[in-house]
DNA sequence: TTGTAAGCGTTATCAT
DNA sequence: ATGATAACGCTTACAA
């Protein structure tokens, strides 16, 4: 726990410890010659500087905060993984903060971001957040913030979210074209802006075929697996030829509940998954799958707020970033579990 | 980002900041009215110390540093949680790095996360970590350090990892009784600690009932998802009547290896993997799992851990934490894929 | 070209 | 009971 530090050198150098600074900063006026020894010598003890002062001296951490609903959720993780590679390759580290769907949690995990002084925020609301107002404080104190996957119209942001309205319309415009008329439209809760888009794309694609549109075909259900297969088996009574599942763990859901009840997949039912899990190619064929880049929107956050912190952007200007989304089929006619032999 | 300060305090109550420090930190000589005033002043404005300036005077930093070789991974991202969880109940916050399976990046990383003043460093290995000085270094310099999932004897460390001999034990056993003869097993990379546990426990279940041990069964993979199909087209050619992959991704990629090839599980082989995949639900039946506790050995690194950093465990004495696996069976003798209508 | 000193926010030591 | 001062590691006017 011994780092050794520029005073440390400047003993040993007989030098100041401003000098020792000056060399290793690059800084003009210097002495080669005594710049030479100073950053030998800081090579050959390992010399790092301490972060920590930095951020004292700067009031800046060189940190990005991240705030997921959870981050034991497959789109979450790739999403930060996306925001690491990012973070890291631009000179910041990243801190990550669980709000578990909870508004509170958000709160206090926002305040504990800020108090570590970090440059910036990337967040993806909470299930439970509808007032962004700890958001817009923290704004007005300049503090540069970006929205990802979950974003708010309520907050004058940048918000980088998959192109949700689209995807859901080729979802739905496919499930049409192969012959489907009543399709379920499964979401999680109705306030999220995502939800929203999803199911408006939805809603648009049934117009345009001239679809009716029949609202005991759409359901809600909460974040858990367990939440999701009673309210399948409730959309169920309403004998649609089709699903849409507009999330991970709700297409996940609807897909075990299926099988649990032995359904066909896509011999009774048809189904669509609005979904990241890299683990949906094993169930090909039964579900096909609109993919959200979470990777990418990861990254093309990170980007915007590492140029908002830089002062490449400025901060009052607002935007909205969509990611396009692709939509993967993988509807054979072939049954599923068809085995032949080694 | 103008957030309050001691010194702020001081000024508008007309006090010094030692008092002010002493007023809030509960120190005993202090005019109960004088403290009054203080905390009343810092809860209306509300004061939150500033943890860098603490970190700088207490040169620690209440920050737990997380190695792991990739985020975006299950196994991981739930040991993550609950990591995250024990830390934050105990005032700890986290910074997670990535290895991204690389010696070097390893280093890296750890360097990082000692230049910024981790109380603690809890360790995944990298698959392409063998030698471990780095670390040693580090324990000399009284960091503390818990290992878990992998871990390397050559560290005197604390470490903390799913029971995988028993796992595989119990895995093999299984397979064996339930018919199998021909087991092909499954790896990563040879030098990881759990691949060796886990083939032990293979060999143990195979020599307690006789079944000879066959090295043309035992492959070794690499991490990513592509290659494992060629691992697994080419132990087929060694007709095996069952698999044990001994890893979650090895398990996925060997699952979707035998869908592609229309080999039907359970009826042509038996497949077990050693996994933490909770959408393995979704396959059932065909593949049965070795679950891993990946939560819980995150919890209970993490308590390790910190109560090495807070001196309630001294840190010479090493350690080896096993947790339970369990195992679920998930073989019914109804084939894969039959539907019924609705 | 180099050194001195102040300051970032906090606490501990030593006065008063 | 309270205040002044130094220190943590670093940078940056300002002096020399």
Redesign the pocket.
Known sequence: MD?I???DI?RAL????????????D?????????RLVVEYAERFN????P???S????RSRVIGVVVPQIANNYFSQAINGIDAIAYSRGYQVIIFQSHESYERELLTVQQAVARKVDGLLISLSGGTSDVSHLRDLQERKLPIVLFDRVSKELDSFCVTADNFTGAFAATEHLIQSGRRRIAHLAIPSYISITQERLAGYRAALEKYGVPYDENLIRYSEFSQNDVEPVVNDLLNQSPDAFFAAGDRLALGCLATLKKRGIAIPETVSLIGFTNTPVADLLAPPMSTVEQPALDIGQVAAEQLINLIEGKQKLTQPGMIRMPTRMIVRESSQPVGVSKPV
């Not at 007989?14 to 900063?25: C, F, P």
């Not at 004292?56 to 009031?59: D, F, H, R, T």
């Open positions: 780092a530090t520029i005073k400047a007989n030098l100041s410890t401003s000098t020792v600074s000056r060399a290793l900063r800084s003009y006026e210097i002495n080669p010659e005594t710049k010399y790092r500087p301490n920590i002062a930095l004292l001296k700067e009031n």
